[in-house]
T-cell receptor
Framework: QKEVEQDPGPLSVPEGAIVSLNCTYSNSAFQYFMWYRQYSRKGPELLMYTYSSGNKEDGRFTAQVDKSSKYISLFIRDSQPSDSATYLCAPRGNTDKLIFGTGTRLQVFP | GAVVSQHPSWVICKSGTSVKIECRSLDFQATTMFWYRQFPKQSLMLMATSNEGSKATYEQGVEKDKFLINHASLTLSTLTVTSAHPEDSSFYIC???????????????FGPGTRLTVT
């Protein structure tokens, strides 16, 4: 079993839709939960992170962590074509090591 | 914001030759840099963690004699793929941790990646 599982997609939605991106993980030691966005042929950029369980909102983006079920979510409201990218979840424990999911490819069409 | 550059952005080399990839933190000092490899439609896999002035720590299954890492200064780390073979063709990405990040909340800043093709 992989430490982090993520549906690779692609997920195709119309502009303005609410997008839900999800990951599951198996390591209960994970405490920090990052979401990265990666455009084609580029390095990942950090979107947001949460610590432990709970929600965090930043503009159109909301990150949610449920440690009891080991489930991580990223919601994008009012999705835009510019949001089209691959979204990677990457939890970690108290070390530097990030464990990346395979990424979900999102396509937002006008 | 913090910027990490990589050079070259893409390289094609013949099987058996060596290739060096540079990773630079442009506007901050990075005591720790990370090297990842990403195959098509797969996740980033950490290859090694590089600390300035000391030997790199390699992940299980990564050959340290094949992937030589040098972190000689606070702004530069290099990855040399020695005796490259077609199966080494991949997207290599570095990241750098801001030295001033401190504590438990910090960010790894990623470079744009280097696409290596071995023919």
């Amino acid at each position: 079993q992989k430490e982090v599982e993520q549906d690779p997609g692609p997920l195709s939605v119309p502009e303005g839709a609410i997008v839900s991106l999800n990951c599951t993980y198996s390591n209960s030691a994970f405490q920090y939960f990052m979401w990265y966005r990666q455009y084609s042929r580029k390095g990942p950029e950090l979107l947001m992170y949460t610590y432990s369980s709970g929600n965090k909102e930043d503009g159109r983006f909301t990150a949610q962590v449920d440690k009891s079920s080991k489930y991580i979510s990223l919601f994008i409201r009012d999705s835009q074509p510019s949001d089209s990218a691959t979204y990677l979840c990457a939890p970690r424990g108290n070390t530097d090591k990030l464990i990346f999911g395979t990424g979900t490819r999102l396509q937002v069409f006008p | 914001g913090a910027v990490v550059s990589q050079h070259p952005s893409w390289v094609i080399c013949k099987s058996g030759t060596s290739v060096k990839i540079e990773c630079r933190s442009l506007d901050f000092q990075a005591t720790t840099m990370f090297w990842y490899r990403q195959f098509p439609k797969q996740s980033l896999m950490l290859m090694a963690t590089s600390n300035e002035g000391s030997k790199a720590t390699y992940e299980q299954g990564v050959e340290k004699d094949k992937f030589l890492i040098n972190h000689a200064s606070l702004t530069l780390s290099t990855l040399t793929v020695t005796s490259a073979h077609p199966e080494d063709s991949s997207f290599y990405i570095c990241s750098a941790r801001d030295r001033l990040g401190g504590g438990q909340t910090y960010e790894q800043y990623f470079g744009p990646g280097t696409r290596l093709t071995v023919t």
